[in-house]
């Protein structure tokens, strides 16, 4: 008996010098004729979930966005002959920013203004005409009246069509000089889109094109963006709200958030809208809070973590965050039950990296998995030592 019990202990202690002190415990549970454990039951140290309230804070990463930003396209095709601003640079709404030259355009502004002047002219002509031919038609009509053998009715017939032929030479004539204006408006138009301006007031943050680039209108598919300007004097702080969340989180929710950029201070703020659907590949809901940004402070780009106090838990279920496994939404927890170590699935509300929140899948009498040796699998035999 007492040679069995000592080859027990000798192969128990070589797996504790490979596997460290949890497993040397299965030596003690070998070793002790009182213990309930098996032979070859590995053990584990266990402990059961805490229940309490708890006020759910999480911190979510949040990134600043520019409240409105802009890449700007000329509105004709031609040669960049200026550009005005430079990257950093603040601009005015409306201010002038870039240039385009269209060689051609001042010829057919030209063509189209010559046209103009024409159809005036003819205007002018068609009405002395029309006034001539009335002015024949009514004396031929008039003397037809009165003398009637003087003149014959063919000659007043002839009167009173070239009057109207006269006539529609003038709606002729009017007809082309408003066609004419229309199209000297649309070179004129054409020859304003030549000159960019910012849409907002902002600071320039990009440049892609110099003077001399081919510039192409914005819906053309080979177009370049000449500049790119951001509004910031207000920024959107982005943030994702994981669907755990989402029935606990909404606009007009308090929050507060730091930035590496200025260690030691802290902000709070409310958010100001969500998005009214979830992204489908993070299952997560994007919500934006709206951050005055007097002294240029927040920079488009800057990263921030978000404190989000969403809801106060009764009754919850903590464990240590060790002990859960899995990733994403697919977590769980190894419990001891009947001597076997088992898997269970769980929902997690929280998980601050040391603490985590349990929503569903666990009772505060289960037996959770915290440590043990690597050799325990899912299945086997183990002793549990309650933490």
Same mark, same amino acid.
């Given at each position: 008996m007492t040679q069995r019990r000592m080859v027990s202990l000798r192969s128990c202690a070589t797996v504790?010098?490979?596997?460290?002190?949890?497993?040397?415990?299965?030596s003690r549970a070998q070793a002790d004729p009182e213990s309930d454990a098996q032979p070859d039951a590995l053990v584990v140290v266990t402990r059961a979930p805490e229940r309490g309230d708890y006020q759910l804070d999480l911190v979510?990463?949040?990134?600043? &966005?520019?409240?409105?930003?802009? &890449?700007?396209?000329? #509105?004709?095709?031609?040669?960049l002959s200026s550009v005005e601003?430079?990257?950093?640079?603040?601009?005015?709404?409306? #201010?002038?920013?870039a240039r385009v030259l269209v060689p051609e355009m001042r010829? &057919?502004?030209?063509?189209? #203004?010559?046209?103009?002047?024409?159809?005036?002219?003819?205007?002018?002509?068609?009405?002395?005409s029309t006034q001539l031919a009335k002015l024949e038609k009514d004396r031929r009509e008039s003397l037809r009246k009165t003398e009637a053998g003087a003149i014959a009715q063919a000659d007043v017939d002839a009167a009173v069509a070239t009057h109207e032929l006269a006539q529609a030479e003038s709606e002729k004539a009017a007809a082309a000089k408003k066609s004419a204006k229309a199209e000297l408006s649309r070179l004129r138009a054409v020859a304003g889109f030549a000159v960019v301006h910012a849409p907002f007031s902002g600071v320039v943050t990009m440049r892609y094109l110099d003077p001399g680039a081919l510039a192409r209108v914005g819906t053309s598919s080979n177009a370049q963006a000449i500049l790119e300007i951001q509004r910031v004097d207000s920024v959107r702080l982005v943030l994702q709200i994981p669907e755990s969340l989402v029935p606990h989180v909404g606009a007009d929710h308090e929050l507060s958030f730091t930035t590496d950029a200025f260690p030691?201070?802290?902000?709070?703020?409310r958010i100001s809208r969500v998005s009214g659907a979830m992204d489908p590949r993070t299952r997560s809901l994007r919500a934006e809070v709206d951050v005055v940004n007097d002294g240029g402070r927040f920079v488009p780009g800057m990263s921030a973590d978000v404190t989000v106090t969403a809801t106060s838990v009764a009754?919850?279920?903590?464990?240590?965050?060790?002990?859960?496994?899995?990733?994403?939404e697919a977590r769980w927890v190894a419990i001891v039950e009947d001597e076997i170590m088992v898997?269970?699935?769980?929902?997690?509300?929280?998980?601050?990296?040391?603490?985590?929140?349990?929503?569903?899948?666990?009772s505060d009498k289960d037996a959770v998995v915290v440590a043990g040796s690597p050799l325990v699998e899912l299945g086997g035999r183990v002793a549990a030592r309650p933490q």
């Open positions: 504790g010098l490979l596997m460290g002190p949890l497993v040397l415990g299965c979510l990463p949040g990134t600043f &966005e520019p409240f409105e930003r802009a &890449e700007l396209y000329t #509105q004709v095709t031609g040669y601003v430079e990257i950093g640079d603040t601009v005015k709404a409306g #201010q002038i920013v010829g &057919e502004v030209q063509s189209a #203004q010559a046209a103009l002047l024409a159809s005036q002219a003819e205007i002018r002509r068609s009405k002395e030691g201070e802290s902000w709070t703020a009754g919850a279920l903590t464990i240590p965050s060790s002990a859960l496994r899995g990733t994403g898997k269970r699935e769980v929902t997690v509300l929280s998980d601050t990296g040391k603490v985590a929140i349990i929503k569903g899948g666990l």
